[in-house]
C-alpha cells in the first residue's frame, strides 16, 4: 500500500524547470511536516525543503533558496517547483512525511513516510 506518491521528474535543459508532485494517503497523510530529499549516486541524502502543513512555513537548502519553492494544496499534496535547474542539481527525488515533529527540519531521519522517488535528470 503505497502512502506517498510522487510524479513529474524527468529531463530538462539547464536553466529549465520542473514541478514534482507528491500524495499522501493513509497514514501518511496525518503529518506536520512534509519534504522533499534527493540522493544522487554516492552522495547521503539531503534536504531539499520542507514545510510545515499545519502551518505553512518553509525550509530551504541554502544549495535551492530562490530557485526552488515547496507549497502545498493541501496537507495531504505537496509541489516543488524548481526552476534554473543546474547540473549538480540531477538526483533521485523522494517525498517524506513527518507526524509529530517538533520542527519540520531537513533531517531526512526525522521522516517516517517516503515515497519511491522521481529521477530528475539535468543535461544539455
Known amino acids: 500500500q503505497e502512502q506517498l506518491v510522487e510524479s513529474g521528474g524527468g529531463s530538462v535543459q539547464p536553466g529549465g524547470s520542473l514541478r514534482l508532485s507528491c500524495a499522501a494517503s493513509?497514514?501518511?497523510?496525518?503529518?506536520?511536516?512534509m519534504g522533499w530529499f534527493r540522493q544522487a549516486p554516492g552522495k547521503e541524502r539531503e534536504g531539499v525543503a520542507t514545510?510545515?502543513?499545519?502551518?505553512?512555513?518553509t525550509r530551504y537548502a541554502d544549495s535551492v533558496k530562490g530557485r526552488f519553492t515547496i507549497s502545498q494544496q493541501s496537507k495531504d499534496t505537496v509541489y516543488l517547483q524548481m526552476n534554473s535547474l543546474k547540473p549538480e542539481d540531477p538526483a533521485v527525488y523522494y517525498c517524506a512525511a513527518g507526524t509529530w515533529l517538533w520542527d519540520c527540519r531537513l533531517t531526512w531521519t526525522d521522516y517516517g513516510y517516503w515515497g519511491q522517488g522521481t529521477q530528475v535528470t539535468v543535461s544539455s
Open positions: 514545510i510545515s502543513t499545519s502551518g505553512g512555513s
Open positions: 493513509g497514514s501518511a497523510a496525518i503529518n506536520n511536516c
